[in-house]
């Protein structure tokens, strides 16, 4: 009884802990990254029109992603209304349910103890704690690749049916949810660990049931995809597989290439601060690996995930981040077992980076000058390098326990000051912040060229494009109070316009990029 008091307290814990990071602040700031707006948007037209089946942004067809997330928003729209909090909210929810199966798959097949550092080591993870913020596919796919693998290695260990389906289901969710590498990654991994094992049989593939797979797994996916491909006469399908799967491995798109080593880094940062553990934590999952096929399985997905975004062309930070969880556990079971040794080194090169990180948020602050104002809150940034001086005197006094929950605690509270104070001082300098009550308010608003993808969730319709100079003075003629959004790419085509002046020019927040918005309103009354 007292066991199970125990491990209720600590599974409400983790509940409470992961909603309270995950989704600190997630109303308060806007839907501004390309990503989010055009994934939140697309949600938006498809529950408009009440279609279920072809995605589309600003009302053009959006062939990036499948639509499980879509549907997730959609759901969370009609409870909530179209705004910032809905459309993040079920990513909160998938990183709550990510920190419950880590920890209930590693209590199970390691202990109690590496479950509860597993879940620290994640929970501390500003990298983590931001994606499960974030109105995009990728918690979702977290998720469902978490769920496969894991339910993956439980049937091979207890065979038990319920886990087998659980796996095949998983499979078929994560490939609505990012399409076939859902489905190829855990295959993969799968094929790898059998071979590992020298128990790559047909005996053993028997009793996978792959027929009772591939009738589970198509009974998930192929309804869907089916539709689409007959609602939209195979472009989705074909816009999807060829350019999004196929072309974004082979080649970089949007400028996102690198070197091998960038999501081997990715990971490292990502992790932080305990990926400071994550060569040991690797060290001490290898010389046990015969002990426990756990810690086998645990390499093989860190290295074949990480090492598919290696070779892949197209490298973001969020592709290698389906490993978080498995490195975690890795480095949560390293930790479990450093109650007496010496830690004091890795708290100096805690320390060492955290003033690293403040200085670079200060410079970065200081030279980007519409933010050149914010840079003194870079220095809020100092909770890391003062918690792990603490740590370090706890771990001096060979106090590990309390050093490492400092050093952690620290990293939540840095994340909390982002989500909270720091973030929402930089966002309000967006030029979709500046002018999105206009964007929302008047009903006449075209684009010309480009512009910022954002300012459709904010106009809560689908917004024009114009093609010539002379479409736009005609729209302006024929509408007394318009607004045209465009950037200063095009700002030398746009000298011809009559009857309507610049009314805003702002840099677009993380990019090189200078929003213009022209009006023929009276500046007094907007």
Known sequence: MTHFRKEKSVLFFIIVLGAFVFSSNIWGA????LDESKNSVCAREMLDRNDFIVPTYNGELRTDKPPLHYFFMMLSYSV?????????????????????ITFFYTRKFLDFKAAIWSIIVLISSLHFALEFHLAVP????????????????DFYISRKITQLLIFYIALGLGTLTKGPIALGLPGLIALIFLIANRDFKFKTIRKFKPILGILVYCTVTLPWYILVYEATDGEWISGFFFKHNIERFSGSMEGHGGTFLLPTIFVILGLLPFSIFIFRAFQNSWKSRRENKLYLFLIIVSFVIVGFFSISSTKLPNYPMPSYPFIAIMIGSYISGTEKKNLESYFIISFLIGLFITSVAYIGLYLEKDLSHLKNYAFLLLIIPIASL?????????????????????????????????????????PVAETRNMVGEIENVAFYGKFNPSFTFYARKVIPRLNSV?????????NENALLLTNARYEDQLKGINGAKEIVRTKDLFEIRITLVYSNINIENL
Request: hydrophobic share 50%.
């Open 80 to 100: 909530f209304g179209v705004n910032e909090f809905a459309a993040r909210f079920f990513s909160v929810i998938a990183g709550i349910g990510t920190l419950l």
């Open 470 to 478: 002379e479409e736009i003075n005609r729209f302006f003629e024929e």
């Open 30 to 33: 806007s839907i501004y990254i």
């Open 138 to 153: 990728d918690p979702y796919l977290i998720f469902f690749i978490s769920l496969s693998l894991f339910s993956f290695y």
């Open 390 to 430: 603490i740590g370090f005197y706890f771990s001096k006094i060979k106090e590990n326990i309390k050093a490492l929950t400092t050093l952690s605690t620290g990293w939540i509270i840095t994340a909390l000051v982002i989500f909270y104070i720091i973030y929402p001082k930089i966002d309000s300098t967006n």
